[in-house]
């Protein structure tokens, strides 16, 4: 596996491979990599000849009073993983190489935005949407491949990539789940074992959302009422959103659509937030 932290290397790297007609495929992370990351690098693997990680902790997608500083960067464990998974390159730019000092430049979109965590992380998609139009110019993938745990980010990017004409494959691997069903995350390392205990009812809460429309319920503010009356009955959880959308619009939905209706969760665990979602 090569190492690669310049900019100019990557791009002349991934023009080298694509002259000899192979196919790039690209995950990109924050790091501290989990089983999650690794079903995503063996998506890439299906698809491509040339599996290309990024690790880059990316500022701009922070909050002023979110855990940018204390997020988990163990880069040679990291390291050690996607060598272990077969990468074969991993792209660990530094931050004023991405982000130069006089950096003006952002890519908004404003449809699958607004709603969910853009109300509470009103400038995330902003920070996301640029880094990864920035790596995809680095990386210059043929595929790019992201998890369903983060469907409104895949929607935006999904988004991005159709508006901005990437010639781009954006592929949307499932949700990998701890035992206990909660979805794998890198902030899970925040939770103590007693905060785990209620945080794995947001996937609980989730599962009975299906049961009730597997049983024949449309209503969905129904359905949604059952879901948010589960959290609360956990005093470590603290709701922030349960709504119901269309999984590629991100737009609100007043019935269930099977297939094509998302239910998803945000929800503080204490100080650790935490999303899940399922397709119904």
Request: charged fraction near 25%; glycine fraction near 4%; include cysteine.
């Amino acid at each position: 596996m090569k190492i690669i932290e310049s900019i100019h290397e990557m791009q002349s790297t991934a023009v080298s491979h694509r002259v000899k007609g192979k196919l790039i495929g690209f995950v990109p992370t924050m790091g501290c990599l989990h089983t999650g990351h690794l079903s995503l690098v063996a998506k890439a693997r299906e698809q491509a000849d040339i599996v290309v990680v990024s690790i880059f902790v990316n500022p701009t997608q922070f909050g002023p009073n979110e855990d940018f500083n204390k997020y988990p960067r163990p880069l040679e464990r990291d390291a050690d993983l996607c060598r272990e998974a077969g990468v074969d390159i991993l792209f660990t730019p530094k931050p004023d190489a991405i982000y130069p000092s006089d950096f003006s430049t952002y890519i908004i979109e404003e449809k699958a935005t607004p709603g969910l965590c853009g109300i509470s992380r009103p400038n995330h998609f902003r920070g996301v949407t640029t880094v990864v139009a920035k790596l995809f110019n680095i990386c210059r993938p043929d595929i790019a491949v992201f998890g369903q745990k983060d469907a409104q980010q895949c929607a935006v990017i999904r988004k991005m990539v159709r508006d901005m004409n990437f010639p781009i494959d954006i592929v949307v691997a499932p949700t990998v789940r701890e035992p206990d069903g909660l979805a794998m995350s890198s902030r899970n390392v925040y939770l103590q074992d007693f905060q785990r205990r209620d945080a794995i009812q947001i996937y609980q809460a989730l599962q009975k959302g299906r049961t009730m429309v597997e049983a024949g319920q449309r209503n969905i503010d129904r359905v949604l009422a059952e879901v948010t009356h589960h959290l609360t009955n956990y005093r470590r959880l603290s709701v922030i959103y349960v709504v119901a959308v269309d999984k590629d619009t991100m737009e609100p939905v007043r019935e269930v659509i099977q297939g094509k209706t998302l239910l998803a969760i945000a929800c503080w665990c204490d100080e650790v937030r935490l999303i899940d979602n399922i397709i119904l």
